[in-house]
């Protein structure tokens, strides 16, 4: 790829695949988007939702896969973007790198501040007397932050070890709380109740308010760039890498679908836990008694806590390449690495100072912070179809080992045409009336973020930067290697 290699190969098959599936997270991402999905759809869109979208994701996750194949580096998105393009390389990589660099950045904030709020509430039912606070959750997202950047900074055997952890805790975690809901309630829904619709949204369209549901299955199945983002990490990435990929998706989809079906059967009082402050911890309370709803919001928090942890990982790795290219303000702090860890120790402490940065609005207003991080899926989805949308207009691409052969292209399209519609979706008002607090800010977020991006390229980047950097022939690339 032109690159001499600074980072160690220590990623093995299962590594690679137990980033994206951590990143993934379906214990993470359904309990923190379940209670939208109970008020835009309810169970029929949270179910048969879940089964559709995770389809279409399948197909986004092959695109990938291939691309990843052909070009294996930890640059991923922009660096493919970059190679792909037929003009204008260095727009299409500049716009793709900062596309990834926010979504990337929104999602650590969103999940750590996830799980900080979902630590107050462990701690209120703890003792009754604690009063969680804005200023509380900021701080102890701040703290997470900080435990993270440590765990990330240390070496890249240490952060393997805590993704494989991650793996079984999210497997056993989830067979856990499926057989608590399963096999301790009295009573469950009938069969029939996965059909039920409800429309709680403000919006009279029963058609928009299910379409909106399908966002939690969206919401969830973010961040599988990552086993593209530590193909320079992986042995023999050409392959592992688009693997980790796809299987990160296919174990989410099937797990992710045994534990929706879980919350939804397991349903008491619909009414009372879809207007909860946080509806299926309600859902647990209710079916299965204070006690056991607290050691269950256990394991959800470790699942968020191990997520936040991939999603720096893979931040810091699209930070180190996009640098190494010059791309970003002080490029040569960021690519340098430690000598003794191998690890891009400068990228850990920005990709976690960068989400702290997001999280403080959350200090006065939760709806400054929601405007702050909403760019994360519409970011990253949009940095996903750029590089997907270049390989569908070449007739002339360089499949790498892993790839679909003639249904490349077809692939391709769906993904690119699925993108479009979800970030649609993700943009459009999700709740009425619409007010401050109710407002979508996902589109000013993503101005804000193209703007800014635009006006620094015009400025300054079109002339220094034209993409991804070759540092020289494979011999001279090879005698840098490890330097």
């Known amino acids: 790829m032109g690159y001499p290699r600074k980072l160690t190969r220590r990623f093995r098959a299962f590594d690679n695949f137990a980033i994206s599936f951590t990143i993934i997270n379906i214990i993470s991402g359904i309990f923190s988007s379940f209670g939208f999905g109970m008020n835009a759809g309810g169970p029929r869109i949270l179910v048969f939702g879940w089964i559709g979208v995770s389809v279409m994701v399948l197909f986004v996750g092959a695109a990938m896969g291939e691309i990843a194949s052909a070009y294996p580096t930890s640059g991923a998105l922009y660096f493919s973007a970059g190679k792909l393009a037929k003009r204008h390389q260095g727009a299409w990589s500049w716009y793709t790198g900062w596309l990834n660099f926010a979504g990337q950045v929104g999602g650590t904030a969103a999940t750590n501040f996830a799980a900080a709020t979902f630590i107050q509430a462990f701690l209120a039912m703890q003792w009754p007397s604690y009063e969680p606070t804005p200023q509380q959750t900021v701080g102890i997202t701040a703290a997470i932050l900080l435990v993270q950047a440590l765990a990330n900074t240390y070496t890249v055997r240490l952060v393997a070890i805590l993704n494989r952890i991650s793996v079984w805790w999210l497997l056993i975690g989830l067979v856990v709380i499926v057989g608590a809901l399963t096999f301790v309630p009295g009573h469950h829904q009938s069969p029939a109740f996965a059909t039920h619709f409800v429309n709680n949204t403000g919006f009279t369209g029963a058609l928009y308010g299910g379409m909106l549901g399908l966002l939690v299955t969206s919401w969830t199945f973010t961040g599988f760039d990552g086993s593209f983002h530590m193909s320079e990490e992986t042995v023999k990435a050409t392959v592992n890498a688009p693997r980790g990929i796809m299987r990160a998706i296919s174990c989410s989809a099937i797990t992710g679908l045994v534990l929706m079906l879980a919350l939804v059967y397991a349903i008491r009082d619909y009414g009372h836990a879809a207007r909860a402050e946080a509806p299926p911890v309600q859902i647990l309370i209710d079916a299965l008694g204070q006690s056991t709803a607290k050691f269950l919001l256990l394991i959800v928090i470790g699942a968020m806590l191990f997520c936040g942890l991939a999603n720096m990982t893979s931040n810091t790795r699209q930070i180190f390449a996009f640098s190494r290219d010059g791309a970003m303000p002080g490029s040569r702090w960021w690519h340098s690495v430690s000598a003794r860890t191998r690890t891009p120790v400068k990228a850990v402490w920005l990709a976690a100072a960068c989400p702290l940065v997001l999280v403080i609005p959350g200090w006065w207003s939760h709806t400054a912070f929601t405007a702050v991080v909403s760019v994360n899926v519409v970011g990253l989805f949009l940095a996903y179809a750029v590089p997907i949308f270049l390989r569908l207009r070449l007739d002339d691409f360089q499949a790498g080992p892993w790839n679909l ?79």
């Open 405 to 483: 052969g003639r249904y490349g292209k077809p692939v391709a399209a769906i993904a690119v045409v699925w993108i479009l519609v979800s970030n649609v979706l993700f943009m459009l008002p999700q709740a009425y009336p619409i007010t401050p607090a109710s407002f979508n800010y996902a589109p000013i977020a993503l101005a804000v973020v193209l703007i800014i991006a635009a006006l620094w390229w015009f400025a300054t980047a079109r002339r220094r930067f034209q993409g991804p950097v070759s540092y020289g022939r494979p011999d001279e690339v090879a005698a840098m290697d490890l330097i």
